[in-house]
């Protein structure tokens, strides 16, 4: 899904998803690729309950506030988020929220998303572009979204090297891939984990 409002700066959502769909395109037994350009936020639920997917990949502009906005510049707050994937009758594996400030809609809607990738400040048109046609590339080829958004991330470091801290990922399912574990026994409550290769927050992959 796509917006570009017109009072908001440009963002390039038409060749970032040309470009994903190229990528997809080449594996077409394994990916269908369907693309919403223009979502409005009235359609925004209407259209997950109708396709379904697997993956949902939004491509568009975020606020500092942490919400969404649609190509009618209606905006969708974390709350509205959470209520909308709350009410979904069917799971989503990964949600990747290519937007500005979308770190906070990722771990509003952590709870019912194995994987959620979203940036944690503002992102160049560039860098979100480059970031997010590798993560698919690499995905093609590993069918692991933790391993394409690594490969993802070290891509965009060769390219724009300032940015690459900005885009996260949030895991919450899936803990054999963490090597560290930091949890407390005999508990049933919700546990932070972070992967042992990283322990600051700029290049944190964070498993709840």
Request: proline residues 2%; negative net charge.
């Amino acid at each position: 899904m796509a917006a570009a409002p017109d009072d908001k700066i440009y963002v390039n959502v038409i060749k970032e998803g040309r470009e994903i769909q190229q990528t997809l395109d080449a594996q077409r037994d394994k990916f269908e690729f369907i693309n919403r350009l223009g979502i409005t936020k009235n359609h925004f639920l209407d259209d997950l309950e109708r396709y379904k997917p697997n993956i949902l990949h939004f491509s568009g502009h975020g606020t500092e506030y942490a919400s969404l906005v649609f190509q009618d510049g209606d905006e969708l707050s974390s709350e509205q988020l959470d209520k909308t994937f709350q009410s979904l009758p069917f799971k989503i594996s990964l949600v990747f929220l290519n937007a500005c400030y979308s770190k906070k809609q990722a771990n509003t809607i952590s709870k019912y998303v194995d994987h959620i990738i979203g940036m944690k400040k503002d992102v160049s048109d560039d860098a979100a572009i480059i970031f997010s046609s590798q993560f698919y590339k690499s995905l093609l080829k590993k069918i692991d979204y933790k391993e394409a958004y690594e490969d993802a991330i070290a891509y965009l470091s060769y390219y724009l090297e300032s940015e690459l801290n900005i885009p996260k990922l949030i895991v919450t399912h899936g803990l054999k891939s963490i090597t560290k574990i930091i949890s407390q026994p005999n508990t049933l409550s919700t546990t932070t984990l972070i992967d042992s290769s990283s322990h600051n927050e700029e290049n944190e992959i964070i498993v709840q």
